[in-house]
Antibody, heavy 120, light 108 residues
């Protein structure tokens, strides 16, 4: 079974750093893109960026470029999303999802989500 | 960048109704359009890809159509479990994606 399992919820203070993870199983992790999607409380889905673990090719949404860092370690089939200095406005649910990278295909499957709460 | 606009932003319908949600792209995306369903507290689920192809396991009452800039998601006979928020997403510029703002569907 193809699965993405994300790390647990995080509670942080403004200015702190955090890294959340997304571990893939049941498929060749290096050969599929992993996307990150933000969902702020009560709001819609926002595409943040995507990485190809095979060669670490990364694309960022202009809205998130410079605000987060996407990375991956293909040796342990895990992708990461990290912040160096959190803001209260980073409070959201973050999802990872798999993409074949082929035009016309969608994001499937999705991880269960990681809730990041930033509060003083 | 490709912008995606959904309408309506919310709607309410009765069990058995035929429901249509529309998605418009800022320029032609051919047929590279996906639809997702998200229920409260859950991750989104892929329903339809490439405008009209049903993802495995998705009930046949869901269908998609359109090309170019205008697309629709149709539920032929609304069921109680279809209460959710629906999102369109363009995959023309894969691996760069854009989502619509979502349509919240409630059951009367």
């Amino acid at each position: 079974e193809v699965q993405l399992v994300q790390s647990g919820a995080e509670v942080k203070k403004p200015g702190e750093s955090v890294r959340i993870s997304c571990k893939g199983s049941g498929y060749s992790f290096s050969n599929f893109w992993i996307a990150w999607v933000r969902q702020m409380p009560g709001k819609g889905l926002e595409w943040m960026g995507i990485i190809y673990p095979g060669d670490s090719d990364i694309r960022y949404s202009p809205s998130f470029q410079g605000q987060v860092t996407i990375s991956a370690d293909k040796s342990i089939s895990t992708a990461y999303l990290q912040w160096s200095s959190l803001k209260a406005s980073d409070t959201a649910m973050y999802y990872c999802a798999r993409s074949s990278g082929v035009a016309g295909t969608g994001l499937d499957p999705w991880g269960q989500g990681t809730l990041v709460t930033v509060s003083s | 960048d490709i912008q995606m606009t959904q309408s309506p932003s919310s709607l309410s319908a009765s069990v058995g109704d035929r429901v249509t949600i529309t998605c418009r792209a800022s320029h032609s995306i051919i047929r590279y359009l996906n639809w997702y369903q998200q229920k409260p507290g859950k991750a989104p689920k892929l329903l339809i890809y490439a405008a009209s192809s049903l993802q495995s396991g998705v009930p046949s009452r869901f269908s998609g159509s359109g090309s170019g800039t205008d697309f629709t998601l149709t539920i032929s006979s609304l069921q109680p479990e279809d209460s959710a928020t629906y999102y369109c997403q363009q995959s023309y510029s894969t691996p760069v994606y854009t989502f619509g703002q979502g349509t919240k569907l409630e059951i009367k």
